[in-house]
């Protein structure tokens, strides 16, 4: 994968040229139109090569990132351990070594003397000192047992100068030294402690390897060793044990090699296609393929191709008509018309079992002529389904049979048949040829009449009117220009009257206030009054006439009044 011509990436909010425009975007508006611009499809035929290019480095970055999403997301991933599984088996480490080292801790039983401590070491010598003072230890003993603890000689020679050992068994440990081959004593290797922070980083490194070793492992588990292993053990293990299965898995392996052998003879067939002279080219090629025990049952789709509209004309298919003693005794050949909804079903049957009675029986219902639309399945032998609009053909192309009937050739092992359609034009009547059940042809649109260089007329100019003369004994407007008129008299200003005698002055009743008016019976004072309904014999010319209410007698309402939608008052 090379990674120095990558393209850089778009910017989300950045439209391409010439694509349509996204629903969140604004609204583009040809301000000479009006209308939003014609969509501009993208030129097959541009170059590809137009996008500026990366840098080096920038080039390295997107090809960690296509490896990375490639390998780790793609394949790595569907496989790997959950994160609650890591900690669930991490939970389990810590609890072991919680119990291990804090609640039943390591008890040596019959360890070796190396792991004595020191004054385990000083006591040891000092039987060993008293039993080879005793003739209990001879010499050689004593040098074998001494050899057994770390440092001999340092041990003896600090036994030997303790004060607070008794001077009788300091004589017996100082008489060791004087044994032949003391001085050559090598001593065992003590354990050593390796320390709380020692200890404490082999609990982090055990801890870290479990959770990477534990992924490495279930990787290998689900990709490779059980897949390829175990999964074929198991499965080897339930065909010898489960009948039912073994057939099934059978069956499944014969329908993959019929479909594969299908899509080597279809795609066989598509090189040499088949012209009608009549009907052109065909629609549609297939092969259909029964294999003894395959569940047979195909059906394939009629449709026209992207270039004459993907339209749907129908199906057609081929299954199983009849069997006997559980093999193939004849084959059921359908097709399906879209524009007349017909259905047309022939059969294929075994040449040792066209004849049997209880064959006609069973599909003489299923076609228009069993005389004609039951025949032999032989080599080269077809049936046509012709309808107003599609023809389909089947042949059988090879075939080979065997006696489960009873009788020689009554039953099918094997069988290939050829399935060709055609449509044929002019079929519908009134429809335009090459439009065969297809939509009406959408005319081209017509552009646009061109109004930029219009020009119109300028308006008529109106006649001028001379202006009116004055009536007879009058003056003329123009004498009243500069008319101008008096200003009109001040009036004089009056004193303010006196209250009357004996009353109060305005000023007073400033601050007045006066109580609601008492609420009239019958009446709700924040409503308007009701109307009055004019007297009779005259119409008020503001308001509908009385609504007449149909009596009792005259009413025809079947639903007793509860239809009336009489507006209440």
């Known amino acids: 994968m090379s990674f120095l011509g990558r393209k850089k990436d778009k910017d989300d909010n950045q439209q391409s040229a010439g694509a349509p425009p996204s629903p969140d975007a604004p609204p583009m508006i040809d301000p000479n139109t009006g209308l939003p611009p014609p969509y501009d499809p993208p030129d097959p035929n541009a170059s590809q090569d137009d996008g500026e290019k990366v840098g080096f480095v ?186 039912e299965y073994a057939e099934e898995v059978a069956r499944q392996k014969k329908e993959l090699e019929t479909l594969q052998e299908q899509k080597r003879l279809k795609e066989e067939m598509a090189k040499s296609v088949v012209a009608d002279a009549n009907f052109g080219e065909p629609v549609m090629q297939n092969i259909s393929i029964y294999t003894k025990g395959r569940n047979y049952d195909d059906s394939f789709a009629i449709e026209l191709g992207p270039d004459q509209g993907n339209q749907f004309l129908g199906e057609c298919g081929a299954g199983i008509a009849t069997k006997v003693e559980g093999e193939l005794e004849s084959v059921e050949f359908w097709g399906f018309d879209m524009a007349t909804q017909a259905t047309l079903t022939k059969i294929f ?38 309808t107003e609009a599609i023809r389909i053909q089947a042949e059988i192309a090879s075939i080979s049979y065997n006696d489960a009937g009873g009788a020689p050739n009554s039953g099918i092992e094997n069988m290939q048949m050829k399935i060709v359609t055609w449509q044929k034009q002019g079929s519908l009547a009134g429809a335009p040829a090459g439009a065969v059940g297809g939509p009406p042809p959408i005319p081209p649109p017509q552009p646009l009449p061109d109004y930029s260089d219009m020009q119109f007329d300028a308006p008529p100019q109106m006649p001028s009117s001379p202006p009116a003369p004055p009536p007879a004994g009058g003056k003329s407007m123009d004498e009243y220009a500069n008319m101008q008129f008096d200003p009109p008299p001040q009036m004089p200003s009056s004193p303010p009257v006196p209250p009357p005698a004996g009353g109060r002055s305005l000023n007073e009743y400033d601050d007045i206030q006066f109580d609601p008016p008492p609420q009239m019976p019958g009446q709700n004072p924040l409503q308007p009054p009701p109307l009055q309904m004019p007297p009779t014999g005259g119409i008020n010319p503001l308001q509908p006439p009385p609504l007449q209410m149909p009596s009792d007698d005259d009413d025809d309402d079947p639903f007793g009044g509860t239809g009336d939608f009489t507006p209440l008052r």
């Open 58 to 243: 920038q080039g390295i970055q997107n090809y960690i990132m296509d490896s990375y999403n490639g390998l780790y997301k793609i394949v790595l991933e569907p496989s790997m351990p959950k994160r609650a599984t890591i900690a669930v088996l991490l939970a389990g480490v810590l609890i072991g070594i919680f119990f291990a080292y804090v609640l039943a801790p390591v008890e040596f039983t019959g360890a070796h003397p190396r792991r004595l401590s020191d004054d385990g070491l000083e006591q040891w010598v000092r039987m060993v000192a008293v039993g080879h003072a005793t003739n209990g230890y001879d010499a050689d003993s004593a040098l074998l047992v001494l050899q057994q603890i770390p440092n001999p000689q340092q041990v003896v020679a600090r036994v030997a100068s303790n004060p607070q050992v008794p001077v009788e068994e300091q004589q017996a440990v100082a008489n060791l030294q004087n044994i032949a081959g003391f001085n050559e004593l090598t001593g065992s290797v003590a354990p050593q402690d390796p320390g709380f922070i020692a200890s404490t980083l082999a609990i982090i490194v055990f801890i870290i390897a479990v959770m990477i070793i534990t992924p490495i492992c279930v990787l290998l588990w689900r990709l490779l060793i059980y897949p390829n292993i175990v999964a074929g053990i198991f499965d080897a293990i339930k065909r010898a044990t489960n009948k």
């Open 349 to 386: 049957a075994a040449p040792g079992a066209i004849n049997n009675p209880t064959l006609q029986a069973k599909v003489s219902n299923r076609v228009a002529n069993p005389a004609t639309d039951i025949v032999a399945a032989e080599p080269g032998a077809k049936l046509n389904l012709d």
